[in-house]
């Protein structure tokens, strides 16, 4: 068997997926956790590059990749930030967005099973993937585009056995492309952003959700940079934030944890990540970041309070010692002066004195 390798969201950054490439096995099998296009320079350039690598790829549906679908078919408006415009405009715009719709939103083979973002925890890996092919059915039938014109939304938020056709698509696509923090009996929060220490007592991420039924198995994603590399047992974290300047990473998969091997390179910050941040999560930053450089701006003050300080006891020795050598000029002009008094004066009584012998 090749060695597969697993990578986390490209985003169109092209540069940094072709440095990453060229420290891969040229006969490597490449597992790509979706969200290949958008917000990166080069969206159109690394699309064709990963259709170029042919059967070595495959790359399971990411939330920007249907976003892309969905603008294509002209049910759902572009945005300010996507970096779309040139697969759109593409002479071969009709084969690209073909070639995307019939990517898997699920991936299961040697024991790893791969999604963009996560798994409920109710679902086991069988059901993951029967679920996934149920929407590959939709994207990859003459009505895709009416079927993605449906499938935008969060409700239903939660898992039910009785769904309607609808819904339970609905919820599968944001479970496996959207997903980040849920509740144990499987509603999805679609609100926290962050990193897993914004976990609740309720709301955990979804790998930590108590009997998840996928713990028997590894599961690789990405979708999410605020977690960055997370590397377990049966997990594999693997959106390290390449579009905002973090790394691209790969991930060498194994049975064995022991051999998997990790790579990685780092990346140009394209996108500021807090530019996108909702008023919420952007006042919770600047609290926080007021708060990280509180103490640097108390440091700050008093180092330049004491800098100050200084000058000052430096600006008083220098007016002392010009004070003191001031004085030591005036002293000497005046012991001159004296001198030469006494000098003239002598010289005066000598005249004298020679004068009344002269009489």
Not at 64 to 81: C, E, I, K, N, T
Not at 116 to 142: F, I, M, Y
Not at 278 to 299: G, I, L, Q, Y
Not at 343 to 355: C, N, S
Request: glycine share 8%; net charge positive; with cysteine.
């Amino acid at each position: 068997m090749r060695d597969i390798y697993a990578i986390g969201d490209l985003q169109g950054c092209q540069t940094s997926f072709e440095q990453l490439l060229a420290r891969l096995p040229q006969d490597a099998d490449l597992w790509l956790a979706g969200d290949l296009v958008n917000r990166g320079p080069r969206s159109l350039d690394t699309l064709r590059q990963v259709i170029a690598l042919g059967d070595r790829v495959t790359a399971v549906l990411g939330n920007h990749d249907l976003h892309l679908l969905a603008v294509a078919a002209g049910v759902r408006q572009a945005h300010g930030s996507d970096t779309l415009d040139d697969i759109l405009n593409a002479p071969d715009r009709d084969a690209l967005i073909d070639w995307v719709r019939h990517r898997p939103l699920a991936h299961f083979a040697h024991g790893h099973l791969m999604v963009h973002a996560g798994v409920l925890p109710q679902w086991d890996a069988a059901q993951v993937v029967t679920l996934a092919r149920d929407v590959e059915q939709q994207l990859r039938g003459p009505a895709w585009k009416v079927f993605l014109s449906r499938m935008f939304g969060n409700q239903p938020d939660r898992w039910h056995d009785d769904l309607s056709d609808e819904d339970r698509q609905r919820l599968t696509i944001n479970a496996l492309t959207r997903m980040r923090f849920c509740t144990a009996d499987g509603r999805i929060d679609f609100k926290i952003k962050e990193g897993a220490n914004a976990a609740t007592d309720e709301l955990k991420p979804w790998f930590d959700t108590p009997g998840r039924r996928t713990a028997g198995v590894t599961v690789a994603f990405g979708h999410w940079s605020a977690l960055g590399l997370v590397m377990r047992d049966n997990l594999l974290a693997l959106d390290t934030g390449c579009v905002w300047g973090g790394q691209l990473t790969a991930v060498k998969l194994a049975i064995s944890p022991a051999a998997r091997e990790l790579i990685q390179v780092d990346c140009p910050q394209i996108r500021d990540p807090f530019a996108f941040a909702d008023d919420k999560t952007s006042n919770k930053v600047k609290k926080t970041r007021e708060a990280d450089d509180a103490p640097k701006a108390a440091k700050a003050a008093k180092s330049e309070k004491a800098e100050k300080a200084v000058k000052t006891v430096k600006v008083d020795r220098v007016g002392k010692v010009a004070a003191r050598k001031l004085g030591k000029i005036r002293k000497v002009e005046k012991t001159g002066t004296s001198a030469k008094a006494r000098k003239v004066e002598k010289r005066e009584r000598a005249e004298k004195g020679a004068k009344r012998k002269g009489n």
